[in-house]
């Protein structure tokens, strides 16, 4: 019984790590192992432990060139997301004073995804279209003397789509951290005299960086990967690291795939790991 009682911990977490194991990291070991095997046009899958799938990766400029826009989604989508989330997680933290009120906020923020991101992203069409609300509107108003083309299937519609998707994973860490800030530092600080910029900048900013850290990796994670937006709002037109690797695998060029896919986890880690050595979100776990 002594022996069972000091093993505990390990069985309580035995079923969890058997979870982890399965869908996560066999899975990656597969796919590692897969990025290694040669492929033909008649054989999908060749056994085999060559390094050319990685070659291809890093030899193409088509692939850096993929990588550059991507990375400058990732920058413009993380300002913007990051000064919204900021903002509405700052309205209901500290001017919305009852909970039942921050709660119907947030489940307004939470009804787009009730619907599959597919649907919301078709539903930007009717809107950005050449005869869609927001061109009609420029033409009625006198903004414009013809339809903007450049609204949808462009990098300004990609990023539209983004923001719209990820906002809300910016808002919810951001707000979590400024709801344990006590609220006796900001009457400190107006005591002190400080204005409401200098309070939000030197009290709640720095005291909100495990929320925004967090939100930053999931924004940065998602958009690295995402492909679905780009071929919606893209309409072929707009290349990103995740198209590609879907593109790949439409052609079953599954090995390429896969060995993009490892490069793409890298570079990922790599960003998630410089974002964590601004913050410790262990505070916010």
């Known amino acids: 019984m002594g022996w069972l009682r000091s093993r505990s911990a390990y069985f309580q977490a035995a079923p969890l790590s058997l979870i982890f194991f399965l869908f996560f990291v066999l899975p990656i070991a597969l796919v590692i192992v897969v990025s290694f095997f040669d492929y033909q046009a008649y054989q999908i899958l060749i056994p085999d432990f060559v390094l050319f799938n990685y070659q291809d990766v890093f030899s193409s400029e088509v692939t850096y060139r993929t990588y550059f826009i991507t990375f400058r989604f990732c920058l413009i989508v993380w300002a913007i997301t990051l000064v919204l989330g900021f ?117 709640i900013v720095p005291l909100c960086k495990p929320g925004i850290a967090i939100g930053s990796i999931f924004v940065v994670a998602m958009v690295m990967g995402d492909f679905v937006t780009v071929n919606v709002l893209g309409g072929g037109q707009v290349a990103s690291v995740g198209k590609a690797i879907a593109a790949e695998l439409s052609y079953l060029q599954f090995p390429p795939a896969a060995a993009n896919s490892m490069v793409l986890l890298g570079v990922v880690m790599l960003l998630i790991m410089l974002l964590m050595r601004f913050a410790d979100i262990r505070k916010e776990l």
């Open 87 to 203: 903002s509405i997680a700052y309205f209901l933290a500290f001017h919305i004073r009852t909970i039942t009120m921050q709660i119907v906020l947030f489940l307004l923020c939470t009804i787009p995804f009730w619907t599959s991101i597919v649907i919301r992203m078709i539903a930007w069409i009717p809107l950005l279209g050449r005869n869609g609300l927001v061109n009609n509107a420029l033409v009625v108003s006198g903004f414009t003397d013809a339809p903007v083309e450049w609204l949808l299937f462009s990098e300004f519609a990609v990023i539209v789509g983004y923001v719209h998707l990820y906002t809300l994973f910016m808002i919810v860490p951001i707000f979590n951290s400024m709801m344990r800030i006590d609220r006796s530092l900001l009457e400190a600080a107006t005591d002190a005299g400080a204005t409401g910029w200098q309070t939000t900048w030197n009290v």
